[in-house]
Structures are given as C-alpha cells and as structure tokens.
C-alpha cells in the first residue's frame, strides 16, 4: 500500500518532459507536450473532414458537421444574444480542446486539464472573454452599472464574482479530472487488467464530456449576463 501512495503522490504531480536550453533552460510540462498532441490532432482532423466540402451534393460527414455547428450557434445566440457572431469560433474550439483532453486518458495519456495551470489559464481567459465583452459592448459606464445590477445593494457580491466566477470554473473542470484520474489509478492498482477498461468509459468519455459541457456552458452564460441589453 506504500508503494501505491507513492506511486499516486508521483502521478499527481506535474512533471517536466524536456528543457529547452534557453535562459538557463525553460522546462516544458507534460501537459503543454500533451497540449501540443492535441492541437495537432485538432488541426488535421479539422484539414482532413473539409476538404471535400460540397454546396451541391454533401456527404454525410459535412452534413454532421454542418450540423454541429448549427447547434453551436443556436446555442450560443440563445444564451449570448445579438452579438452571438464573434464568440461562437471561440467556444467551440474551447469545447473541442477541453472535450478532447479529458478524454485522452483512454489513449493512455495524461490529461492536461489535470494541471490546475491549465484550468488556471482556461478560466482566466473565459474570465477576460466575459468582462472585456461586457465593457466592449456596454462601454466604460455601462460595463461598471452591470456590477450594480440589479440593485446597487447587490455590488459588493458582484464584485466578488469576478474572483468567485474564474475560481469555480477552474476547481470545479481541475477537481473532476483530477478525481476521475485518481479513482481510475486505485482500479489499476486494485485490478489492473478488468476494472480500468470498464470504469474508463464512464470517467474518461462520459465525466470528461460532462466537465466540457459545464464549463463551456457557464462560459457562455455568464458572458450572455453581462452584454445581453435590459429587457
């Protein structure tokens, strides 16, 4: 049993997969290597499935992804409002970046999103997504009335949103994976042929899309609170 603590207490940790050997050397995480994995495997899937696009005669691939993007705009206008346009790429490449690295365990590879850095850097930029577009398109006096909605008696709390919001998107996607990560450890440990085949398909793909859709949709919620016009 000591010998699994360690081994879990080395796993959880954030490990350096090489050092460019520049300023004294720069060390490079695993999850920015695993990063780098998916945003390549992104990439050529995306080259790959619009290649062949069609207005005419379109296959059954471009029709699904036709789609799917549909559904992302009906989704983001419903939330978001007039100004859905410009965030809809945005959040659905987040949803394809976060989707697919919780589910990468099952390729045997660590989830990046177990690094509380890369939540981190995730929910500060939805936190920048949500603020600058409620200043962008409310201006200067419009954005800070919005803290102040919808009664003045209100503004201490909402100002402890804009701490509280970043904070709870990045816990609440970094504690899911990490826990999922840990459970699917112990099985391995437990039984490591039977067990983690099973219980992958429920912690991998189906938690790890869950976490996606959670966090893509608060995103989009609270970006919509903030520049949707009074009704």
Known sequence: MDAFKESLVEELGT????????????????????????MAVLVIAALLLTRNL???????????LESAVQFLNGF???????HWRPFA???GTV??????ANIIGIFGLTPPTKDISVTTALALMSMLLIYGSQF???????????????MPLLLPINLMEVVIRPLALCMRLFGNVLGAFIIMEMLKFVAPVFLPAVFSIYFDLFDGLIQMVVFVFL?????????????
């Open 76 to 82: 983001v206008k419903t939330n978001i409002g007039s």
């Open 95 to 100: 949803a394809l970046y976060i989707g697919f």
């Open 89 to 91: 790429p945005y959040l």
């Open 136 to 150: 962008r398109y409310n201006g200067l006096l419009g954005g800070l009335k919005k803290f102040a909605a919808p």
């Open 54 to 64: 069609s207005v005419r005669s379109p296959g059954k691939v471009q029709v699904a």
């Open 219 to 231: 995103t989009t919620l609270f970006t919509g609170e903030g520049i949707k016009e009074e009704e």
């Open 15 to 38: 490990h350096t997969a090489f050092t460019i050997p520049l300023f004294g050397g720069i060390p490079v995480a695993d999850s920015v290597v695993v990063t780098w994995i998916v």
